[in-house]
Each structure stands twice: as C-alpha cells, then as structure tokens.
C-alpha cells in the first residue's frame, strides 16, 4: 500500500461539479428570462396558468407558440454550438477553431437558400429546416469523400476549407441568379441568423437530431484528452483516431446542421465559449464538452434577449449581434497568441 | 512479456527504409536503438508499436499479433512515448500525468482509487510530485520531459517504448532521464529506448540494436555492438571510444568518406 497522500480527485480553479450546477441554473435563468421577455406585454402567470388548464387565451397561444419555442430553441442551438466548437477545439488542438471548419454551416445554410429558391417553404413549412439538414448531410459524404476515411487531421481541415467555398460560391451563385430581389432579401436575412418566428415544429424536429449529435460528440471526450498529447500518443492510449474523427464530423453535422436549418448562421458562439471556459476546467478537453454547451445556451439566450431589449427596429438579427460581440473577442485572442508568440 | 517484430519491412514510396529488419524486447531488459538520423528508428518503434502498420513483416506480443490483441488490451501493455513530447494545452502536471490511466478508463466514471495511486506512483518515480500544480507551459525541457516519463509510467505497462526521451536535454536530465528509464527496467518493465548518444546508450542498456542503411549493422552487448568497425559503417564517422572511471565513451572524431549505396 502506498504511503502517499492521495490528492484531491480533479482539484481545479472550480469544481466541475459546481461549475456545471453554475452554468445549469444561469442557463435556466436564462431561458426563463427569454420567455418573459418579448415585444408584447404578457402576464406570465396567467399564461402558464392559461396553458396548464388548456385555455387557448391569446397570452398561452403568446407563450406556447412564439416564446417558448424561441426560448427553447435558442438553448437547444447555443448548446449545439458550444459543444460542437469545444469538440473542434480539442480534435485540432487549436484555440481559433469552431464548428464550420467542416463545411457543415455553409452546407446547411446551402440547403435553406436552396429551399428559398425553389419557394419550398410555401409547400412545406418544415422545407426550410429539412433543406439545412439534408445540407449537412451532404457536405459529410463530401468531406468524407474527399478526405478519405482515415484521412488525417490537417486533410480534413483542407477538405474543410474547399467544402466552405464550394458551398459558398453555390450560395452566391444563388444569390447571383435569383429571380427577385425580395427572394433575394428573404435569403440574405436568413443567412444572418434569427430565433424570432419559429414554431414547436421547429423544435421537435431538431431537438432530437441535436441530442444524437450531442451523444456523439460526449463519446469522444476521453480520446480528446489523449490527443492533448499527438495523434501517435493518443493512439497509443487505445484511441482509434480514424473513428473518434468519423464520430466528430457525424456529432457536428447533425447539431450544427440542425442549429444553422432552424435558425441560419450565427457566428463566435461555438469559437469564443469553449475558449473562456477552458481554463475553468483545467484545460481537459472531455470536461469542456457539457461546460461548453451549458455555456454556448447561455450566451445564445442572453443575446437573443439583447435583441429583443435594444431599442432598434427592424429587430437586429441574433447572428448579428453575436458576431459583434463575437469579433472584439477574436481580435483579443490573435493579439494575446501574438505577445505569447513574441 | 515480449514484443517481437519479425522481417519489418517499410516503403516511404519508392525508397525502403527498412529491410528485413528484426526486433525484440522482454520484460526486465532495456534495449537501445541507435543509428543514424533517417534510418528508420522511429518508423521501427511507431511500428512496434502498432501505430503504423509494416509493409512486410509481422509484430507480435506474447506470440499473439497485434491486430488480434486490439487496440485497447495494447494500449495497456505498451506505453509510447512521442519524440518531442507535444503537449497542446497548458494542463496541470498531475492532469497530464493522469492521461497515461486512459487505457484503463471506464465509460462516464472517474478516476478509481489504483488510478490515483498509480499517478501518485509515477510521480514519485519521476520526481515531479513538487510540479504537481504547476501547469506544463512554465515547466523546464528537463522538466516537461520528467513529467512525461511520469506520464508514461502511469499506464503500468509492462513494455515501455521511448522515441529519444534524452534529445535536448542537458547532461544532468539525461542522466536522471535514463536513471530513470533503467530503475524502470528493474522493476521489470521492458524498454526500448532511441537515443543518438552512444556513451548513454553504452552505460544503460543492457543490448543494443545498431540501424543504418535499411538493416541491423549490429546487436548484442554494447561493448559487442559499439566497435569502430561498426560505428563507421553507421555513421560514417570514426568514434574516439574509452572507458574512464569504469565508465565507456564515445567521441565522435572525423567524417569517413561516403559509403556506397547497397544496390
């Protein structure tokens, strides 16, 4: 028997423990905020007394329909994004990644345009979301087809890069021969990022491709913390780096391309969460994971409220505002990685 | 516990690197592997392995090959340790040291009581328990190589396979590295070590296995392995050797003209 003291199990800045339970009640926090925040007045009383009694009132018809599914979705898309970059993050061991490296926004954004296009979405109200991911799903066989399967890290970020320009030149080539320019304005607002105006559908659609997603990308966190290490290390530790990226790409296409169907592209939440919270977790990559998504809800919640509170009409949309706070941030970042450099 | 890799051949494109090319190691025993830069050593422990593949040539472990063990079960038996030792977040040392028990993981549980112990022994071992808060960023190349050892040993493995641990490190950590490596091996751990320095790899090993050109130029005892003869036609190099204080050196001395390639 050793002599040793044995230390505190996982001692970190925070216990991840009490980590998760702070970024658990500020997401709930959030997502109640959310649904009591909007443009109509609303007692919220009433309404969930409304709605638990089956009273079609207008303000349980506010609640059930318009902000329970913003809420809702926003944490199921923040969620997605923040575990998706974190994943990212710790497969390329580079703080600057985040979850459209793959292609898999560009595609999915393809898939709405797509959508918009051809006027499905007057057919079909669920065209629109289906388009987004059968977008995704099209730039996996993709970047597996041009990668290869056992295709190496750096491969797979170049396939990356050559899926986003492709599926970027369709996007503007769509742009460039749309047959009117409210079709066009139509797509460019999509493109820039939204919560407001999608129903339960939207939600009972996604959540559970999302959920897969999220399953996907937790099963990769112990082979993320080999590769902390290299590629040869963390394949010596028992990792089959061919699968762990095989489960990646398949965990992002499926919450990211169902993120970016329901709601279009909002930027920096997956690339600036899992970087502040890293160093909260000692920097393991497998504890970032849940930490991220609690996160990534959160900060999609708090701006989509933002949104809604800032006195600007047209309502600003939420990729927009993420990407403003989301930018100061980067320019932050380069210019600490450049004194380290230095 | 023994590894053998029997008739490794390996192709980059056209040009073979290795032919024919035979290795083993036991438990208890430190075996060192030296050659020139380019011969092949680490393809042969990347090989050993089992994180490449052969191109002719079979490996086994208890007379069992690798594919058939699997990925898991090896992960257990063979510790590796990278050349350059990258390691891509500023983790806590003891963190870092605790990556060497994910061979042993269970899905969605935490480290177990013999994990804890077996970091807590790797740490001693290496003598980095005062590092253990430290984060790896602000370590020495002395002391980021200790801490990897540790994390190494923390897999328990009975084979340990180390891509020059000793490359640019000063005399002091190359020494505490291979003391190291060699108490390691008393304790019954089988090691393969690369090293270019022929009068550390004289001093620790107990056999040694001399590379260049594609084949094995020499293997055996030191002594047997490190003649001039030998060392020359390695290296291209003639080697100053002596013993002082009881203990073998070698100086590299003047530059032989280039040999011809073997057709």
Redesign the interface.
């Known amino acids: 028997m050793s002599a040793t003291t044995i230390p505190e199990r996982g001692a970190q800045p925070v216990g991840y423990a009490a980590l998760m339970i702070i970024l658990l009640l500020a997401m709930v926090a959030a997502l109640l905020a959310s649904a009591a925040i909007g443009y109509a007045p609303l007692d919220i009383g009433a309404a969930v007394s409304d709605m638990l009694h089956g009273n079609d009132t207008l303000s349980a018809l506010v609640l059930v329909q318009l902000r329970v599914p913003r809420a809702v979705l926003g944490a199921l898309v923040g969620f997605s994004l923040g575990i998706t970059g974190a994943a990212m993050q710790g497969l390329l061991r580079n703080p600057l990644a985040d979850p459209g490296i793959t292609g898999v926004t560009s595609a999915a954004s393809l898939g709405a345009v797509v959508v918009f296009y051809f006027g499905l979405a007057g057919i079909l109200p669920l065209a629109l979301p289906l388009g987004g991911i059968a977008g995704a799903a099209l730039s996996t066989l993709l970047l597996y087809g041009v990668a290869g399967s056992g295709a190496s890290t750096t491969t797979l970020i170049l396939a990356g890069v050559a899926i986003n320009s492709f599926f970027g030149a369709l996007t503007t080539l769509a742009l460039n021969l749309s047959p009117n320019p409210y079709a066009v304005s139509e797509i460019v607002f999509w493109l820039l990022g939204s919560l407001s105006d999608r129903s339960l559908q939207y939600v009972w659609l996604v959540a559970p491709m999302m959920l897969a997603g999220w399953l996907l990308l937790l099963m990769t966190g112990p082979a993320l913390d080999g590769l902390s290490l290299g590629e040869d290390t963390a394949t010596s530790l028992g990792f089959n780096l061919a699968r762990i990226r095989l489960l990646l790409i398949a965990g992002t296409a499926l919450s990211v391309g169902s993120a970016v169907a329901a709601t279009g592209s909002i930027a920096f939440i997956g690339l600036v969460v899992p970087h502040l919270l890293r160093p909260l977790v000692g920097y393991r990559p497998s504890r970032l994971l849940l930490v991220s998504g609690l996160g990534g809800a959160t900060l999609t919640l708090l701006a989509d409220i933002i949104v809604r509170l800032l006195p600007v009409r047209p309502e600003l949309k939420l990729g927009v505002v993420t990407a403003l706070i989301g930018a100061p941030f980067l320019f932050r970042l380069i210019w600490r990685l450049r004194s380290e450099d230095r | 516990m023994k590894l053998e890799a029997r008739n490794i051949a390996i192709n980059f494109g056209q040009a073979a690197v290795l032919r024919s090319v035979d290795l083993a190691v036991s438990s208890g025993e430190m075996v060192g592997l030296i050659g020139p830069n380019g011969s092949g050593k680490t393809t042969l422990l990347?090989v050993l392995?089992?994180?490449r593949g052969p191109d002719a040539g079979d490996v086994t472990l208890e007379g069992r090959d690798l594919e058939e063990v699997g990925?898991?079960e090896?992960?257990?038996r063979?510790?590796?340790l990278?050349q350059?030792g990258?390691?891509?977040?500023?983790?806590?040392v003891?963190?870092?040291v605790a990556?060497?028990r994910?061979?042993h993981?269970r899905a969605f549980r935490?480290?177990t009581?013999s994990d804890?112990?077996a970091i807590?022994?790797a740490m001693?071992a290496a003598d980095v328990v005062s590092l253990?808060n430290r984060t790896m960023m602000h370590l020495s190349g002395g002391e980021r190589m200790r801490v990897?050892l540790a994390?190494a040993l923390a897999?328990e493995a009975s084979l340990l396979l180390a891509d020059e641990p000793v490359a640019a490190l000063d005399p002091l950590h190359q020494l505490r590295a291979m003391e190291l490596l060699r108490d390691a091996a008393r304790s019954g751990t089988g090691i393969i070590v690369v090293l270019h320095d022929l009068s550390l790899a004289a001093r620790f090993c107990d056999r040694l296995v001399l590379i260049a050109r594609g084949g094995i130029v020499a293997e055996g005892r030191p002594t047997d392995v490190l003649t001039s003869a030998n060392l020359a036609e390695a290296y291209g190099v003639d080697v100053v050797c002596g013993v002082s204080e009881g203990l073998p050196f070698y100086l590299p001395q003047t530059i032989r003209p280039p040999i011809p390639e073997i057709p």
């Open positions: 990347r392995a089992n994180l990925e898991r090896l992960s257990k063979i510790a590796y990278a350059g990258d390691v891509h977040w500023p983790m806590r003891e963190a870092l990556l060497g994910l061979p993981r935490d480290q009581m804890r112990i807590e022994q001693i253990r990897l994390r897999v």
